[in-house]
């Protein structure tokens, strides 16, 4: 499915499932994570293809920090490498890289490969890749709030647009402090499948899901 219009789509994924698919294989949880980089890399190159405006992956929250350190650390060189290696063909292919969240946080090794992906894909127009590690919403919204200002500066600090489409996949229904602002007005749609068996095929369902949404923002539907 295609999904052309003047409008290019923001979609955001929050990408869960990753250690219960790997449990559920008698694997250990980080092979799940590694597999899920799989998927990122697969469904990067659907959004290309549908046209896609703009793709925020949910990597990594502020409640993540929670988990056991080694599990931390194997995530932090994931995103790392995954930096690293995809940044110069993401870079060919017109892929800008933002990256949403705290960055005093994270390993230096982290935080340069962060801003080494930005500065070399700042000039790509064909999709903007949104990686959100370290990442809270309240925070992000806390950040960007002072007196007197208008939603749009608000929405201007916090450095992303509104989203359109909003998919979970890993069965839960629920947006744990991702995108607050940005999807008041999103369409949610929550999959059972688990995030590493989520492949271009999935995504296109779930896009042919959001093509029959009728969305009204709050009008009388025309
Ligand atoms: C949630 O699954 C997923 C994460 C906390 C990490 C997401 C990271 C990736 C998909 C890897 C690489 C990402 C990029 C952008 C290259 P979970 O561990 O909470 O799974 P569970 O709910 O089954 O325990």
């Given at each position: ?15 869960d499932?990753n ?192 093509a ?11």
């Open positions: 499915m295609q999904t052309n219009s003047d409008h290019r789509l923001h979609v955001a994924i929050i990408m499932g250690g219960r698919w790997a449990e559920s294989r008698g694997m250990p949880r980080a092979a799940g994570h590694q597999v899920g980089a799989d998927s990122v890399r697969a469904i990067v190159s659907a959004a290309i293809e549908h046209n896609i405006g703009a793709l925020t992956l949910y990597a990594f929250s502020t409640y993540n920090w929670q988990r056991p350190s080694p599990e931390v650390a194997g995530l932090m060189s994931l995103l790392r490498h995954f930096l690293l290696v995809e940044a110069p063909e993401l870079q060919r292919n017109g892929v800008r890289i933002s990256v949403l969240g705290r960055r005093d946080r994270v390993p230096l090794g982290l935080a340069r490969a962060i801003t080494a992906a930005e500065r070399a894909t700042v000039a790509g127009t064909r999709l903007h890749l949104r990686i959100a590690i370290d990442y809270s919403a309240r925070d992000a919204i806390l950040a960007a709030a002072s007196d007197g200002l208008t939603a749009e500066a608000i929405a201007e600090r916090l450095g992303t647009e509104d989203v359109d489409f909003l998919i979970r996949t890993g069965g839960d229904q629920r947006l744990s402090d991702f995108l607050l602002w940005e999807c008041a007005q999103a369409e949610l749609y929550f999959t059972p499948v688990q995030w590493p068996d989520f492949g271009p095929t999935e995504f296109d369902t779930a896009l042919a899901d959001f029959h949404r009728t969305r009204s923002f709050g009008a009388i539907p025309a």
